[in-house]
């Protein structure tokens, strides 16, 4: 009997002396944070946790996003027992008792097991093809958790009959929703400002933002957080960023790349980077620069800025920095043209004004029964029939004939469109 209540008292301590992540892991699938996708009302986690209906699974993610936390929410939500094993320190042996456990339950008392397998991509071969068996014929439920690309990592035998799950990085409210929470459990209270720039520089990984905001809640003496003390934690100083330097920050970012100064796009980058700016809204700024005013003086411009959008997806932060660098690099030393830009908007307002027009009956569609003896599609010539691939006929309505809206600059590429259109011109 002392022995029990040594032992209770004993993991109350420990308990009580885990990091403050680990003390707000939740107990069951509703108290996860984030990872709606997966965990929301009638998401599919969701739905095969609470019908019991749970086979092996693979969690993908990067650091921080709730791996382990939300296998034990899941274990805590089903009647399975639960093992962990991390695939750093476990090996076969290991492997083989938990099967031979997991046999014993389910003959004595019927009862499933779940393994959860942190770090699975550090098995080896031979170690994740001593689970299969036992996956296979349902003794145990495995759950393997990963930041690695599972389709090169685990064994396709393996892989195959599991369910990939993937998380995403925590979103701002879910980062919010952690550091109140963290605050309540500390008994502490803080300053919006510094919880503005613990949640800033999460970079959507829970644990980081949980571990620093432990760090500061000790340094505050577990009272109430102010600024000075967050910046300790997280070694940085905070920059002044609100609402007027965000418009102002991005206004300079953009017009240093059109004034082709790259040494000012990548510091006024960097400011945005350090203040804990979005960065797909960066990208998307990139985007729309691309075109708006580089345009066809560069078209590999808005290939470089898709990219680097398309890599800040892929990779993530701090990485993607070096990809979102490379294109404000490129984009401020393009040749710079807006012609395309005023092409779309001078367009758009002549319609809008009212220049709108029959379409000519040559250019009318011409695929369907009838629309020959209507005159349309008749007279149209087929540029591709000509040796130059094009052919000087009307397409404008006839009251626009002669209205031009895209006026090729001498600027890049454009002047080599310049050319060719001012040859079509001569064809007219």
């Given amino acids: 009997m002392n022995d029990d209540l040594f032992a209770v008292a004993a993991e109350?301590?420990?308990?009580?002396?885990?990091?403050?992540?680990?003390?707000?892991?939740?107990?069951?699938?509703?108290?996860?944070?984030?990872?709606?996708?997966?965990?929301?009302?009638?998401?599919?986690?969701?739905?095969?946790v609470e019908t019991d209906r749970l086979t092996s699974a693979l969690l993908w993610g990067p650091p921080g996003?709730?791996?382990?936390?939300?296998?034990?929410?899941?274990?805590?939500?089903?009647?399975?027992?639960?093992?962990?094993?991390?695939?750093?320190?476990a090996g076969v042996k290991d492997v083989r008792e938990t099967i031979e456990r997991a046999r014993q339950r389910l003959g004595e008392r019927g009862q499933g097991t779940i393994l959860f397998l942190d770090e699975?991509?550090?098995?080896?071969?031979?170690?994740?093809?001593?689970?299969?068996?036992?996956?296979?014929d349902g003794?145990?439920?495995?759950?393997?958790?990963?930041?690695?690309?599972p389709f090169f990592e685990v064994?396709?035998?393996?892989?195959?009959?599991?369910?990939?799950?993937?998380?995403?990085?925590?979103d701002r409210v879910a980062i919010e929703t952690l550091v109140r929470r963290g605050l309540e459990a500390e008994g502490a209270t803080a300053d919006d400002d510094a919880l503005a720039l613990l949640v800033d520089r999460a970079g959507g990984d829970g644990r980081q933002v949980l571990t620093a905001l432990e760090v500061s809640c000790a340094l505050s003496g577990y009272g109430h957080v102010e600024l000075?003390?967050?910046?300790?934690?997280?070694?940085?100083?905070?920059?002044?960023?609100?609402r007027d330097d965000h418009y102002d920050v991005v206004s300079a970012f953009i017009k240093s790349m059109r004034g082709s100064d790259p040494d000012a796009a990548v510091y006024w980058l960097a400011r945005m980077l350090e203040a804990g700016e979005d960065a797909r809204f960066i990208a998307r700024r990139m985007v729309i620069f691309a075109s708006e005013d580089v345009g066809l003086a560069d078209a590999n411009a808005l290939q470089i800025a898709v990219a680097s959008a398309h890599a800040l997806e892929h990779v993530g932060l701090p990485e993607a920095q070096l990809n979102l660098a490379q294109a404000a690099i490129y984009l401020a030393t393009a040749p710079k043209s807006n012609r395309a830009a005023l092409a779309i908007w001078n367009?758009?307002?002549?319609?809008?004004?009212?220049?709108?027009?029959?379409?000519?009956?040559?250019?009318?569609?011409?695929?369907?029964?009838?629309?020959?003896?209507?005159g349309h599609g008749a007279g149209y010539e087929y540029p591709h029939d000509h040796a130059a691939g094009t052919v000087a006929q009307q397409y404008l309505p006839d009251q626009l004939v002669g209205r031009r809206w895209y006026e090729p600059s001498d600027h890049g590429d454009e002047r080599t469109i310049n050319e060719r259109t001012q040859r079509g011109d001569d064809l007219t």
């Fill in 120 to 136: 699975i991509h550090r098995f080896s071969k031979s170690q994740q093809d001593a689970l299969l068996p036992a996956v296979e």
């Fill in 228 to 242: 000075e003390h967050v910046e300790a934690a997280l070694g940085t100083t905070a920059l002044r960023y609100g």
């Fill in 65 to 89: 996003t709730g791996k382990t936390t939300l296998a034990l929410a899941v274990a805590g939500s089903t009647d399975r027992a639960f093992e962990q094993l991390s695939a750093v320190s």
């Fill in 347 to 374: 367009a758009r307002q002549d319609v809008r004004d009212g220049a709108v027009g029959e379409v000519p009956a040559h250019l009318r569609d011409a695929h369907y029964q009838g629309a020959a003896t209507l």
């Fill in 12 to 48: 109350e301590q420990r308990r009580s002396r885990a990091p403050l992540a680990a003390r707000l892991r939740p107990r069951t699938i509703d108290d996860v944070v984030g990872q709606d996708h997966l965990v929301g009302p009638g998401k599919p986690l969701r739905r095969l």
């Fill in 139 to 149: 003794t145990l439920t495995l759950i393997g958790a990963t930041t690695e690309n």
């Fill in 155 to 170: 064994n396709a035998p393996l892989r195959s009959r599991s369910t990939l799950f993937r998380l995403e990085p925590l």
